[in-house]
């Protein structure tokens, strides 16, 4: 399936607090409330097995759900709603939330690099 690019992202933004964050998160990194009491993870949104997947992918799941993902086609009934969530989710991974999400990774992989043995 190919993304037609007419969801917007900041609607994309909105719905993501109203139907999303509790589960997860608000930067998408599968940490919000509601996760703890589902006894599954809920993936993270940033990592990069997930943005490897295709745009049709994840439009599929928001749709369909999956086990404790609830199925958004009949909650958010219109495509471009959803595709609007879609590129939300790309849109959070953008460089600066990506640094600040790894960052300390980041500076933790290079110091450990560079520490004299
Ligand atoms: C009740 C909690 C809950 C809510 C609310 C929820 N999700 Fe999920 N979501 C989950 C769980 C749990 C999974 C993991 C499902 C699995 O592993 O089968 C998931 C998985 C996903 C995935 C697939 C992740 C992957 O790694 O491929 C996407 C995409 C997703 N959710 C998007 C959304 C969007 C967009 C919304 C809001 C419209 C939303 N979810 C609302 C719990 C939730």
């Given at each position: 399936m190919k993304n037609p690019n007419a969801g917007d992202v900041n609607t994309g933004k909105d719905l993501f607090a109203k139907h999303?964050?509790?589960?997860?998160?608000k930067d998408g990194l599968?940490?919000?409330?509601k996760a703890a009491t589902l006894g599954k993870s809920c993936g993270d949104f940033t990592a990069k097995e997930f943005q490897s997947q295709t745009d049709g992918e994840i439009f599929y799941k928001i749709t369909t759900g999956r086990d404790k993902m609830p199925a958004f086609g009949k909650t958010i009934s219109e495509d471009n709603e959803r595709w609007s969530l879609v590129n939300y989710l790309r849109n959070s991974n953008k460089l600066p939330v990506r640094l600040f999400t790894r960052g300390p990774d980041l500076i933790l992989a290079f110091t450990l690099c560079f520490l004299p043995s």
């Open positions: 999303c964050k509790s589960c997860h998160g599968g940490d919000g409330p």
